[in-house]
């Protein structure tokens, strides 16, 4: 069985676990503790490995996996509201004077 994903990043590996579960796909992590090696062993021997438990899921996996990566769409403009430009929606912060999007 191969994996859905392999990586390094906990983070990545741990959220997209909950997110297949939470759909009601079992799955589990190959490698967790191994992956504190990345450096003294090589990648592909110490990565994360999110498998899953039934490889029927594989499918419907690998389109949440595809959903999961796709990036959000922007936002609409908005006016910054310390000098007042108006900024594109992908941006969070002003491109004049690095103020925050509200």
């Known amino acids: 069985m191969t994996p859905l994903l392999s990586s390094l990043n906990a983070l990545e590996i741990h959220h997209l676990r909950n997110v ?3 759909e009601g796909i079992r799955c589990w ?4 503790l191994l992956s504190r090696l990345a450096g003294e062993i090589p990648f592909t021997e110490c990565a994360m490995e999110l498998r899953l438990v039934r490889e029927d899921d594989r499918p419907r996996a690998e389109s949440l996996l595809a959903v999961w990566r796709r ?5 609409p403009p908005w006016t910054c509201g310390a000098c ?10 002003c491109w004049r004077c690095g103020a925050a999007r509200p």
């Open 29 to 32: 992590i190959r490698n967790e």
């Open 84 to 93: 007042g430009e108006t900024v594109e929606g992908q941006f969070g912060a």
């Open 71 to 75: 990036p959000p769409p922007p936002g």
């Open 20 to 22: 297949l579960e939470a």
